[in-house]
T-cell receptor, first 116, second 112 residues
């Protein structure tokens, strides 16, 4: 099965700055997603990263705050813009595998972000 | 809308005890159902899944059966170990959308 990696694995950032998180899959995948896991909480979908078009955002998440790129079928980035301490979370990318009949999602290791 | 409700923790058990973590869902159509596990300090791992009614997913001694009539997918293990201490998330996926909807998670602590 495909392998998924994220960079950076963790970062500590200052309020008001932006961080771009990269997600790389070692084979072409159709659907990629970005989730957020706030401390002690469950996972919440931020957006679906669409190849060649704008991402589809969930309620409560907007493009200006979380711009996403998906230039090809193996790569996506999520930017957390104008950060505040409330953005401290683990950010995870996932993909939906066609190898398993589109019935399984594989998570990257996540990016642990702390905003001071 | 689609949602997942799982029993709140934390759950504390002694080693070799029987484990049940309840999970119920609300969804239109026929979602796929999953249990994910997150060990302390680690990422999210798929534990087991079921894609249609009456399917039983199993892995590492854990089992869950997709019950359409009760819209449930309860996680069970006959004899837990200290190494099973983790947070367990129930989730559903509508095939037409592809994204996962998670429950709030249940923290399990197993004492020796």
């Amino acid at each position: 099965s495909a392998v998924i990696s994220q960079k950076p694995s963790r970062d500590i950032c200052q309020r008001g700055t932006s961080l771009t998180i990269q997600c790389q899959v070692d084979s072409q995948v159709t659907m990629m997603f970005w989730y957020r896991q706030q401390p002690g909480q469950s996972l919440t979908l931020i957006a679906t990263a669409n190849q060649g078009s704008e991402a589809t955002y969930e309620s409560g998440f907007v493009i200006d705050k979380f711009p996403i790129s998906r230039p090809n079928l193996t790569f996506s980035t999520l930017t957390v813009s104008n950060m505040s301490p409330e953005d401290s979370s683990i950010y995870l990318c996932t993909f939906l595998s066609g190898d398993r009949g589109f019935n399984e999602q594989f998570f990257g290791p996540g990016t642990r972000l702390t905003v001071l | 809308g689609n949602s997942v409700t799982q029993m709140e923790g934390p759950v504390t058990l002694s080693e070799e005890a029987f484990l049940t973590i309840n999970c119920t869902y609300t969804a239109t159509g026929y979602p796929s159902l999953f249990w994910y596990v997150q060990y302390p300090g680690e990422g999210l791992q798929l534990l087991l899944k079921a894609t249609k009614a009456d399917d039983k997913g199993s892995n590492k001694g854990f089992e869950a059966t997709y019950r359409k009539e009760t819209t449930s997918f309860h996680l069970e293990k006959g004899s837990v170990q200290v190494s099973d201490s983790a947070v367990y998330f129930c989730a559903l996926m509508r095939r037409s959308q592809g994204n996962l909807i998670f429950g709030k998670g249940t923290k399990l602590s197993v004492k020796p």
